[in-house]
Structures are given as C-alpha cells and as structure tokens.
C-alpha cells in the first residue's frame, strides 16, 4: 500500500513564525500535491510538484512556498506564518500527471497559528 | 461557478437507514473522471471509487452504490443500512484535462458530513 506520511498531526506556531510542513511518500510516484481544507470550503490546492525541483501554482498559492529536492519528499513553507492560515494541510501523491490518477493522502497536519 | 457542487452539508440519519449524497459537477471536457473519497475522523481520505466519463454503468460494492448520469452531470452516492462506523466526511470531487500541467489534480466538492446515530 501507498504510505504517505506528514511530520506532524497537530502544530502550533505564533505569527510570524517561519514554518515548514514535510510530507514524505514511499511509492516513487512523480506527483505531489499540498492541498488546505477549511470547514465550508472543501478542500482547495495550494501548490502541485510533478517532478523533483519542479513546482506549479494551484489555485490559493499566496503566503506559501514549496520545495521538492528529492523525489519522495515535498515540502510546505509558510515564510511568515499568519492567523488566517490556521488550517488543516493534506499531502498527496500520485503516480503519474495523467488525467484520471487516484491521489493518495496523508493524515494531515492540523496547523493552529496564534 | 462551483465545478463540484455538493449541496447537502450536514446529514443525519439513524442507523439501518439508507442515505443519498449527492454530487453535481461541471465540465466542458469530455474525457473525466469522477471520485468519491471518504474522510474519517482520523483525518486521512480514502479513495472510494473512480468512474471515467465513458462508463455510465452504475457500480454496487457491498453497502456502496453510485449512479451516474452524464445526462444531468451528477454521480450520487448511496450507502445502504448504513452502519455508525460510515460516518465521516465524504468528497466528490473531478479530474480533467488542465490548460497548465497539473493533470492529474483533483477538484473538490465542499464536502459532506454525514453523522449516523445507532
């Protein structure tokens, strides 16, 4: 079975705060995806890599960065961390960019900035 | 406009009962396809059924049922004598063809959150 893992289930960090979010998969799969869920609103995704040091905006990018240096890691940067950016983050990967390919989550990272 | 659209944002029922959660979804594509995931409350989706837009067949897998009908873009899910362990979270959501590179990206409905009292 795939294995995605995030570093964290719960953080907590004050404003401003530089904070990094990790996702790792075990799957070699060539796509990974930060996706953010708020009550009300679903889930919207923030940032898309399709290969290693590849990236590409989604559709809520603003006050994020990612990194992907290795092809099982992807990670979220918050450079300045805010209060409206107090969410639940979920990490997924899948194996290819073709149109149709089941993604495959993590148990997310409940991020509470104060 | 909403391309998945889950109108129902809270559901109830008692146990042993049957529920419908619907799903309508907007595409211009013709090739699609079309996702359920369930979200329990340990946080992680899980992939429930994938269905392409040339395969109109209503699939059945135990309790689970889901009948799409390109006619009036929907793809309803229906859980049968639902059980307390199938409360969660449950996503539609839609995979098509992107103008930039993210292919393979979901878009997600809002969600429904489906309570199942014993």
């Known amino acids: 079975d795939v294995k995605v893992t995030q570093s964290s289930r719960y953080l907590v960090k004050r404003t401003g705060e530089k904070v990094f979010l990790e996702c790792v998969q075990d799957?070699?799969?060539?796509?990974m995806f930060w996706y953010r869920q708020d009550p009300g609103l679903g889930l919207r995704l923030i940032y898309f890599?399709?290969?290693?040091?590849?990236?590409e905006k989604g559709d809520i990018p603003e006050g994020y960065s990612v990194s992907r240096e290795k092809k099982e890691r992807f990670s979220l940067i918050l450079e300045s961390a805010s209060t409206n950016q107090t969410s639940m983050y979920l990490c997924?990967?899948?194996?290819?960019?073709?149109?149709?390919?089941?993604?495959?989550f993590g148990s997310g990272t409940q991020l509470s900035v104060l | 406009a909403q391309k998945v659209t889950q109108a129902q944002t809270e559901i109830s029922v008692v146990e042993k009962e049957d529920v419908t959660l619907d799903c309508v979804y907007e595409?211009?594509?013709?090739?699609?396809?079309l996702f359920w995931y369930k979200q329990p409350p340990s946080g992680e989706l899980v992939f429930l059924i994938r269905?392409?837009?040339?395969?109109?067949q209503n699939e059945i897998s135990g309790r689970y049922s889901w009948n799409f009908q390109k006619s009036t873009s929907s793809f309803n899910f229906t859980i049968t004598a639902s059980q307390v362990v199938d409360s969660a979270v449950y996503f539609c959501?839609?995979?098509?063809?992107?103008?930039?590179?993210?292919?393979?990206?979901?878009?997600f409905g809002k969600g429904i959150t489906l309570s199942v009292r014993p």
């Open positions: 997924a990967s899948s194996f290819s960019n073709r149109v149709g390919e089941k993604l495959f």
């Open positions: 799957m070699d799969h060539e796509n």
């Open positions: 890599s399709y290969d290693v040091k590849m990236k």
């Open positions: 595409t211009r594509d013709t090739t699609y396809y």
């Open positions: 269905r392409n837009s040339f395969d109109e």
């Open positions: 959501a839609l995979s098509e063809r992107r103008d930039t590179g993210a292919n393979s990206k979901l878009t």
